[in-house]
């Protein structure tokens, strides 16, 4: 993980492949949410952490753009970066890149919602959440950026 990007290697499993012989569309998601936990936790931002706070995560919207196919047994390089904050919500970023030649299999983004969990209602990120993560605003910058 270089400094704003956090980065998750990995193969694309058999069970990923859908009957048109690529990773189904529900296995993005999946990855985009598993790797987004896995940069809080490796953030400071763990479930314990959110349940001791008594907040947590939701999703507004997805926003995903397929440009190649990704196969069995094709090693991926994941990016994930926070684009930035509002009072209570946060976009996340994320690209899918072959590992072999580092071509763009797929970009996208997410609007995560902070909220208390025991209301389900939006609530203000805290400022100690806000410095535990370096915001980019620019693919081009977090591309070079995960290079480092």
């Known amino acids: 993980m270089t400094a704003g990007v956090f980065t998750h290697a990995f193969a694309v499993p058999g069970t990923a492949i859908d009957v048109n012989g690529h ?7 999946r990855w ?54 509002e009072a209570q919500s946060s976009p996340r970023h994320y ?12 970009r996208a983004r997410t609007v995560w919602v902070f909220v208390n969990a025991a209301t389900g209602r939006a609530a203000a990120i805290p400022d100690a959440f806000r410095a535990a993560f370096e915001t980019i605003t620019d693919e081009r910058d977090a591309l070079s950026r995960s290079l480092r």
């Open 95 to 106: 690209l899918f890149l072959r590992g072999r030649d580092r071509k763009i299999l797929a």
């Open 23 to 29: 990773a189904n569309n529900l296995e993005y998601l």
């Open 32 to 85: 985009m949410q598993d790797v987004a936990t896995a940069h809080s936790d490796a953030r400071g931002w763990t479930l314990a952490r959110y349940r001791e706070t008594g907040t947590t995560w939701v999703i507004r919207s997805h926003e995903i753009e397929y440009l190649r196919p990704a196969f069995a047994g094709e090693d991926i390089t994941l990016l994930t970066w926070i684009g930035g904050f």
